[in-house]
């Protein structure tokens, strides 16, 4: 019984969490029916469905929300990621010890806690992520009106946000008692700093973009002359340098989500661009136009 509440701490559950939605992601990918649940933006267009005599999954897959809610996503992550941030500075060892009751339900024994100065560094990513996405999304992007995402989308949204401020700050609680200690980061936090900043500015640079194009024209700026996704590729950058200074198996997860997600994503956008119907890409292109990694994928 005891061995069995184990892999019912909340970061365990969590973990839980991160492989459903991946398995799901590739079962919609994979599975015909399905699909329609990944579309969004222009990848919708043309793909409604008729309204009449639907089944109860026919009515789930036709319920779609405004793409402008992507923006509840940072502001969510902006408060979270704040607020974990202050509480951990301002927070002495003494105080954490009001935390000590609730600690074994939230953490197993058995999981390797992150230090003080992971958190604060993750954390302070995700501000800075969640503030530049925030201004890009309020101030940049050009939501149209018709712009859909699927409802699953939005709450996989959701929940991806909200793990990733969560889930350090409980990864951290074992440690909560040893006066912050710290771990020696050496050349990786060097490493991840640069590429997290790098990927943040060709990202902002990518979305600026995007926002100054006539409605679904191909996009030419930078490495958009030869992938679809390139701002992709720059989330994909951001969340290795995540799993950097995390080093263990949430943030592994963490990872395998977003590439995941923002692949299946890219391919969907990869042949938007490229169906003969849109003409978008040139046929003499097609050979080194790729999804969302720089000749690879």
């Known amino acids: 019984m005891v061995k ?9 559950i969590i973990g839980y969490l991160y492989i459903l939605g991946i398995s799901s992601v590739l079962l919609a990918y994979y599975c015909s029916p399905l699909n ?7 990848t919708l267009v043309g793909s409604d469905k008729p309204s009449n005599n639907k089944s109860w999954f026919q009515y789930f897959e036709s319920i779609y929300i405004p793409k402008s809610t992507f923006c509840h996503f940072y502001v969510i992550s902006l408060v979270l990621s704040t607020i974990s941030l202050l509480f951990t500075i301002t927070t002495s060892v ?14 197993s024994p058995t999981i390797e806690p992150i230090s003080y ?19 890009e999304c309020y101030c940049i992007s050009n939501f149209s009106p018709k712009s859909k995402i699927h409802i699953s989308h939005y709450f996989a949204g959701l929940f991806f946000y ?10 951290y609680l074992p440690n909560k008692g040893t006066d912050h200690e710290m771990t020696k980061l050496g050349g990786a936090f060097l490493i991840s700093a640069l590429l997290f900043l790098t990927a943040s500015v060709d990202q902002f640079m990518n979305h600026k973009h995007l926002s100054q194009l006539k409605k679904y024209t191909q996009p030419s700026y930078g490495l958009f002359k030869y992938v679809s996704c390139p701002h992709y590729f720059d989330e994909i ?5 995540h799993l950097i ?24 956008t990869y042949r ?15 050979a080194r136009y790729y999804r969302i990694i720089p000749f690879v994928y």
Do not use: H
Request: charge should be neutral; proline fraction near 2%.
């Open 94 to 107: 003494e105080d954490w010890n009001f935390l000590s009751w609730i600690t074994p339900f939230l953490v």
């Open 237 to 241: 950058v951001i969340y290795f340098a």
């Open 4 to 12: 069995a509440l184990q892999y019912l701490y909340l970061s365990s």
């Open 117 to 135: 100065n992971q958190l604060e560094i993750i954390m302070l990513m995700n501000i800075i992520q969640a503030l530049r996405r925030c201004y």
């Open 36 to 42: 329609g649940l990944l579309k969004y933006g222009k």
């Open 162 to 171: 909200t793990a990733i401020n969560i889930q350090p700050v409980l990864l």
């Open 272 to 286: 938007y661009y490229t169906s003969e119907k849109q003409g978008v890409v040139a046929k003499d292109n097609m």
């Open 245 to 268: 200074i995390l080093r263990n198996w949430y943030g592994i997860l963490e990872f395998i989500w977003v590439v995941c997600n923002l692949c299946v994503s890219a391919d969907g």
